[in-house]
């Protein structure tokens, strides 16, 4: 509950600050990593998942830094997206990036 809260908060946030101005890198990221809970998916498969994540972030990120990032793992494939959205989710300040467990999950410990 506190992770969902905590979520939301963050997405308001960044509907905010996209409407006053500029929408920095961490914000972009923010929003690209929790794009699949936020993205309407019927769908259970994960090529579903990442597709309609795709469009929501096409429509909610507008940072050009993080949205050159994202567009530079469409033709990888899915564990080096994954590596490279976690590499840049951690320069963001972000510790855990569902998009990426959408493309490669890590091993439960």
Do not use: Y
Not at 28 to 51: F, Y
Not at 54 to 83: C, M, S, Y
Request: aromatic share 4%; with cysteine.
């Amino acid at each position: 509950m506190m992770e969902a809260t905590r979520t939301l908060g963050m997405l308001v946030l960044l509907s905010i600050t996209a409407a006053c101005g500029g929408q920095s890198f961490e914000e972009g990221m923010l929003a690209i990593c929790q794009s699949p809970s936020q993205a309407p998916v019927a769908a259970a498969q994960p090529s579903a998942r990442a597709t309609a994540a795709g469009l929501w972030i096409g429509q909610h990120v507008t940072n050009p830094e993080a949205r050159e990032l994202f567009a530079a793992l469409a033709p990888l494939p899915p564990d080096q997206k994954a590596h490279r959205a976690r590499q840049a989710a951690a320069r963001a300040g972000i510790d855990r990036c569902p998009l990426a467990e959408v493309w490669s999950p890590r091993a439960s410990p």
